[in-house]
């Protein structure tokens, strides 16, 4: 007996050439479109998972939105998890076609595409919470702010930088750049060395104001503090 892999496989196959068939004896459009819209919905339970593993920290940012969770600075709050979630999809992404050629796990190159959709999805929040929730839409603070912070001025160079990636992620868009599409999406480590840049500043400096001395790296700081831990001991 056949693996269920191989069967499901074989189905796609021969409904793929079913559909081929009608569209070269004439068949009505209707019923075309209805078997190569059953192929683009079936997901493996992988594909499933990375989706749901994606939405996952959106929707656990909604909740505590709503649930009034986003401690003390609710807006930098949401700037830290949307720039740390975007990183992690952008590095899984990346790391989609070394899985694949050098361990040969294939399955990772199924959802290299929508781990890239996601990771700019986050990205769009992550700008939009700086620009709207932070900036209040205000041009002058927001050229005043791209000018005068690195931080924001490479966050904005990132988001510059994914833009097209994601408008050209399609594959029709793959078969009217061609070769074109690869040189254009060598962009993507450019796009995420600037995240990295972006995110590192807002760990450190989220890191600065919640944890203790010891986590600051900072010496002398520990010192003080583990001086006054033992005299209160």
Same mark, same amino acid.
């Given at each position: 007996?056949?693996?269920?892999?191989?069967?499901?496989?074989?189905?796609?196959? &021969?409904?793929?050439?079913?559909?081929?068939?009608?569209?070269?004896?004439? &068949?009505?459009?209707?019923?075309?479109?209805?078997?190569?819209?059953?192929?683009?919905?079936?997901?493996?339970?992988?594909?499933?998972?990375?989706?749901?593993?994606?939405?996952?920290?959106?929707?656990?940012?909604?909740?505590?939105?709503?649930?009034?969770?986003?401690?003390?600075?609710?807006?930098?709050?949401?700037?830290?998890?949307?720039?740390?979630?975007?990183?992690?999809?952008?590095?899984?992404?990346?790391?989609?076609?070394?899985?694949?050629?050098?361990?040969?796990?294939? &399955?990772?190159?199924?959802?290299?595409?929508?781990?890239?959709?996601?990771?700019?999805?986050?990205?769009?929040?992550?700008?939009?919470?700086?620009?709207?929730?932070?900036?209040?839409?205000?041009?002058?603070?927001?050229?005043?702010?791209?000018?005068?912070?690195?931080?924001?001025?490479?966050?904005?160079?990132?988001?510059?930088?994914?833009?097209?990636?994601?408008?050209?992620?399609?594959?029709?868009?793959?078969?009217?750049?061609?070769?074109?599409?690869?040189?254009?999406?060598?962009?993507?480590?450019?796009?995420?060395?600037?995240?990295?840049?972006?995110?590192?500043?807002?760990?450190?400096?989220?890191?600065?104001?919640?944890?203790?001395?010891?986590?600051?790296?900072?010496?002398?700081?520990?010192?003080?503090?583990?001086?006054?831990?033992?005299?209160?001991?």
């Amino acid at each position: 007996m056949l693996p269920k892999g191989v069967l499901r496989e074989a189905e796609r196959r &021969a409904l793929r050439l079913h559909c081929i068939s009608l569209r070269v004896r004439g &068949a009505q459009s209707k019923d075309a479109a209805i078997i190569t819209s059953m192929l683009q919905l079936r997901f493996t339970k992988f594909q499933i998972a990375v989706h749901l593993g994606s939405l996952i920290p959106f929707g656990v940012l909604i909740w505590d939105f709503f649930g009034d969770h986003l401690t003390a600075n609710p807006i930098q709050e949401i700037t830290s998890r949307t720039g740390k979630t975007a990183l992690v999809l952008l590095v899984l992404s990346l790391a989609c076609t070394p899985l694949s050629t050098v361990l040969g796990f294939h &399955a990772a190159l199924k959802v290299r595409r929508a781990l890239g959709l996601y990771a700019f999805f986050y990205v769009c929040l992550h700008f939009l919470t700086f620009v709207g929730l932070d900036y209040g839409f205000d041009p002058e603070l927001l050229r005043e702010a791209i000018f005068e912070k690195r931080y924001a001025l490479v966050g904005f160079a990132a988001f510059l930088t994914l833009i097209p990636l994601a408008l050209t992620s399609t594959k029709a868009s793959m078969k009217r750049l061609g070769k074109r599409w690869k040189k254009l999406h060598q962009l993507v480590y450019l796009g995420a060395l600037l995240v990295v840049l972006l995110v590192k500043p807002l760990v450190s400096i989220l890191l600065m104001r919640v944890s203790p001395p010891w986590m600051k790296l900072d010496v002398e700081k520990w010192n003080e503090w583990h001086l006054c831990r033992l005299s209160r001991e």
